[in-house]
C-alpha cells in the first residue's frame, strides 16, 4: 500500500473560466513543484485535453487520471474520473449530445482551448462548457459507471453547484460512496451534519489557475503492485467506487 497525494479537481484552459495559461504542460509542471503523485483533469463537461495532459504528468512522473467535471440537469457539479483515455473519450462524445447547443462567447465567458501534445493551442471548443447539460444526477451518476468510471459530488461544501446547497441533502439514490470537500476542516461538521459516516470524503484544489494546485493537501493510500499508472488508476476507481477498501 502506498499513500498517493493527489489533486484530483483541476482544471486546463479548456474550461472558459480557468486562466490560459492553465496548459497541460503547465499543470503538470505545477503539480510536480507541489509533490502530487495523482492528478486529475476535470474541464467542465469536456474531456478534449485529456490526452495531452496524460502525456505531460507522464513526463514528470506523475499518474494522470482522465476526468470531467459534468453539471447535471440540475446544476449539480459531478466529478467524473475514468481507469483510461479511451472510455473518458467515449464518455466526452456521449455528453457532447447532451451539452445545451449555445455557442460560448469568449468575450463574456473566456477561452476554451484545445491543446496538442506540444503544449500548443490547436483550436477552440466552440459549444459553451459552461452550461448546464440535460443529464439528471441519477442519470449522469449510471453513465458514468457505464463506462467503467467512479463519480462523485463537487464542492460539496460550496454554494454555488454544490449538491447539498441545491437538493438541501444527500439523496438515497444514487448511492455516492465518495463526495468531495473544497475545505477539509468541514469534513467532521459536515459528517455529523448530513450523516457522511462510511463516506469517503476526497479534498481536491478545483484549481482554475497555476498557483492553487496541491492547496487542498489531500492522500490517498492505494494497493499498487504491481505497479504502472493504469493499475493505480483502476484501482482509484475501485476506491472511488466503493468497490475496494
Not at 499518474?63 to 464518455?91: N, Q, Y
Not at 506540444?118 to 458514468?144: H, I, M, N
Amino acid at each position: 500500500m502506498t499513500q498517493y497525494a493527489y489533486d484530483l479537481h483541476i482544471h486546463s484552459c479548456l474550461s472558459p473560466c480557468a486562466d490560459d495559461d492553465m496548459t497541460p504542460a503547465n499543470i503538470a509542471g505545477m503539480a510536480s513543484l507541489a509533490g502530487l503523485q495523482l492528478l486529475a483533469l476535470t474541464d467542465h463537461n469536456s474531456c478534449g485535453n485529456c490526452a495531452p495532459f496524460m502525456q505531460a504528468c507522464r513526463q514528470y512522473g506523475i499518474v494522470p487520471v482522465p476526468g470531467m467535471e459534468l453539471t447535471t440537469a440540475e446544476e449539480i457539479h459531478l466529478v467524473c474520473l475514468f481507469p483510461d483515455l479511451e472510455p473518458a473519450l467515449a464518455f466526452d462524445r456521449e455528453v457532447k449530445a447532451h451539452l445545451i447547443p449555445v455557442k460560448n462567447r469568449k468575450e463574456v465567458f473566456g477561452n476554451q482551448f484545445l491543446m496538442d501534445e506540444e503544449d500548443a493551442v490547436r483550436g477552440e471548443e466552440e459549444l459553451l462548457l459552461l452550461s448546464a447539460t440535460d443529464l439528471p444526477l441519477e442519470e449522469a451518476y449510471a453513465l458514468v459507471l457505464r463506462y467503467g468510471g467512479a463519480a462523485y459530488p463537487a464542492h460539496i461544501d460550496r454554494d454555488a453547484n454544490g449538491l447539498l446547497a441545491i437538493l438541501g441533502t444527500v439523496p438515497p439514490e444514487p448511492v455516492f460512496p465518495a463526495l468531495e470537500l473544497r475545505d477539509r476542516e468541514n469534513g467532521e461538521d459536515y459528517t455529523q451534519k448530513y450523516g457522511l459516516a462510511g463516506k469517503r470524503l476526497i479534498c481536491s484544489s478545483d484549481s482554475h489557475n497555476l498557483w492553487t494546485i496541491g492547496d487542498a493537501g489531500g492522500t490517498i493510500e492505494l494497493d499498487d503492485e504491481p505497479y504502472s499508472s493504469a493499475h493505480v488508476r483502476r484501482v482509484l476507481i475501485d476506491v472511488l467506487r466503493g468497490d475496494a477498501l
